[in-house]
Every structure is written in structure tokens, then in C-alpha cells.
């Protein structure tokens, strides 16, 4: 049996960070069993790491970890890395995708703190370079979730892109400065369509980033996600302490009676609850090697090149590897990734494609 902690000061977020994921946007560095989130190649940190940090310079509490139990070990190992304790891991029997993990987030932070309780849910594989304005639009959007609102974040857009999704924002919220009630989401556009909302100037991409309070979010679940809500309920309620302390394994038969979906497509497209609150933060989801090579130091050049590495005439390009010398002479705009796991050779402007090919 659970015995959850005793309940926290309503104003201090709780955040949860979704650590899933299936190593194949960043192969042959990531794989099944250490996706892009625990690699360290951005400036000797992991991302997963990255946000830990975030959240707690956010004054947040200590994080709530979802993730695969194939990862377990990889949490555990990289918070105490860089000094972070006191967190939970809740460890998901197989993949449900983001409803599930979401609904067990509330549901155990309901439990362990109560339903007025506000929680923050972050991808582990983001990059924010304005920590500051970062904070601010946190201020803001725990404020509307602790009066009831669910809170998505949406990433104001520099460029047409057409891999993300985008929010329309309607009129400003009349009680909570800063936030917006949401007019409509919409689903990745092709190019003519990212060039109008761009143009627009009401559109924002859609972060995956999300506050609310874990009894309103609950309240809402009811209504457009039942099946989903009540497995994850049963599953926290089952959940067993796994060998680490701190660490539970959500009871797989309940867990697995979850649909597959994501949180979007579940709830948050459906709910007449949820606001917006437009951020401006230097945001980069690092969904490929071409999104990597934007973040990573390069050379005068625009090379970005770790491990034994050598490049010649060769410009705007990614080259690493984790063991054997590589040398890449006279071709510009590529990818070189070098891993135990295999090799990578493409076009950068081809690596969003990957999944094609593996």
C-alpha cells in the first residue's frame, strides 16, 4: 500500500516531466532504451537534465518523472547528477501515450496532494533559451489554472513550419491577463496554410506543455476521456513500489486498458476549459538532426562536430560520433552520426524523414 505525502502550499506548481519516447528521431545516438532525452551532447547535459534545471530555478517542487521502466535507472542516475532529489517516478508498464501519462500525473498528484493541487506537464526533449520570459508565462498560467482553467502553451511561430500543430487564440481572458481563450487548434498545415497563420499573427504552435489543477483537469477527463481517466486511476491506486525508493510501477492491467491517444486529440481539442498563454522563450522541440544542428555550437563554418572528428570543404553540416575517427571531405548540408547502433548518412534537410528509413 501507498502512503502519499502530506499535501504541499497550493502556490508551489508541481512539475511533471514525460520522459517517453522511442529513440528514433535521434538514431543511431538514441535507441529504444536511451531516447534523445538522456543523451548528453548538449554541452555535456541531457536534455531530461536540461528541464530538471528549469523547473527547479522555476521554484517549483520536486518533480514528478513519467517514463518507461526500461528508463528507470537513466532517471535516477541523472538527477543525482546534477543535485536533484525528493522526486517521484512513476514508471509506465508499456507505452500509452500522453492521455494515459497525463490522467495517472493528476491522478497521483490529486492523491498525494489533493485536487486543488496545480500541476505543470513538460516534455523532457525541449530546448528554452529565455528562461526568464519562461518563468513569466509560468506566473501566469498557474494563476489561470488555479482558478480552474486548463493551460496550454503556445510557442509564438518565427517561420511557416509545417511540423508542428498551431492554436488560434481568440479574445483575451477578461480574469487573467496574459492568457487567451483558444479559438480553435489546428492539426500540422502545409506550407500555404503555415504562411497564413504566420502572416495572421493569431496563431501559435502548440508546445505540449500544460498546467491545470489536477481536480479540474480530472473533472474535464470525465467528460471526454472516461475509459482513459478511470484506467489511470486504477492504475495509481494499484501502483506498487518498485526497488528504488521513491519509484512505483503503475499496476499494468489497468494501465493498459488506457487508450492509446494523445492528450490533444483526448481532451484538450474538446474541452471548453482551456486558455492559452502566448511564449515567447527561444523554444526548440529537437525533433530531428536538422533541429539539433540550429542548437549545437558549430564552427565558422557552421559545422557542428563532436567526438574524433575531421571535416574539409565541408560546410553547414552535423558530424559525430561516439568512436570511430570519421572524415568527411567536400559535401555541405549533411548528416554523420556514428554509434554502436549504426550509422546515419543523409541530407539535413532530409533528416526530418528519418523514420522512413528505419
Request: net charge negative.
Amino acid at each position: 500500500m501507498i502512503v502519499f505525502k502530506a499535501k504541499i502550499e497550493m502556490q508551489t506548481m508541481v512539475p511533471v516531466i514525460l520522459c517517453g519516447g522511442s529513440g528514433t528521431r535521434f538514431w543511431p545516438a538514441s535507441t529504444d532504451e536511451a531516447p534523445k532525452q538522456f543523451l548528453s551532447i548538449w554541452q555535456g547535459l541531457s536534455l531530461f537534465q536540461i528541464t530538471a534545471q528549469r523547473l527547479a530555478a522555476a521554484g517549483s517542487s520536486a518533480p514528478l518523472i513519467i517514463c518507461n521502466r526500461l528508463h528507470e535507472a537513466a532517471v535516477r542516475e541523472q538527477l543525482a547528477a546534477i543535485g536533484i532529489d525528493g522526486a517521484v517516478t512513476l514508471l509506465e508498464p508499456e507505452r500509452r501515450d500522453s492521455a494515459a501519462a497525463i490522467a495517472a500525473a493528476a491522478a497521483w498528484v490529486a492523491r498525494s496532494h489533493g485536487p486543488g493541487q496545480v500541476l505543470g506537464v513538460f516534455p523532457s526533449d525541449q530546448l528554452i533559451r529565455d528562461d526568464a520570459a519562461f518563468r513569466q508565462a509560468l506566473a501566469v498560467a498557474t494563476a489561470a489554472a488555479a482558478a480552474g482553467d486548463l493551460v496550454t502553451f503556445g510557442i509564438r511561430p518565427d517561420r511557416p513550419a509545417t511540423e508542428f500543430g498551431y492554436i488560434e487564440r481568440g479574445a483575451p481572458c477578461a480574469d487573467q491577463a496574459g492568457a487567451y481563450h483558444v479559438a480553435s487548434f489546428h492539426e500540422k498545415p502545409k506550407l500555404e496554410t503555415a504562411l497564413a497563420y504566420l502572416a495572421s499573427g493569431q496563431f501559435d504552435w502548440n508546445s505540449g506543455m500544460f498546467v491545470f489543477a489536477a481536480g479540474a483537469f480530472m473533472a474535464e477527463a470525465a467528460d471526454y476521456m472516461p475509459g482513459i481517466q478511470a484506467a489511470a486511476d486504477e492504475a495509481v491506486a494499484g501502483a506498487k513500489p518498485a526497488a528504488q525508493p521513491g519509484t512505483y510501477l503503475l499496476e499494468p492491467a489497468a494501465f493498459r486498458r488506457a487508450e492509446k491517444t494523445s492528450i490533444d486529440y483526448a481532451l484538450f481539442e474538446r474541452s471548453r476549459k482551456v486558455v492559452t498563454v502566448p511564449l515567447d522563450c527561444g523554444w526548440n522541440d529537437l525533433g530531428n538532426w536538422q533541429a539539433a544542428h540550429a542548437e549545437l555550437e558549430k564552427d565558422g563554418a557552421r559545422n557542428v562536430m563532436q567526438g574524433d572528428v575531421r571535416v574539409l570543404a565541408c560546410r553547414d553540416s552535423i558530424v559525430l560520433t561516439d568512436g570511430l575517427p570519421v572524415r568527411v571531405l567536400g559535401v555541405d548540408g549533411i548528416a554523420v552520426i556514428v554509434s554502436a547502433n549504426g550509422v546515419l548518412v543523409c541530407k539535413l534537410d532530409d533528416a526530418v524523414r528519418l523514420k522512413e528509413v528505419l
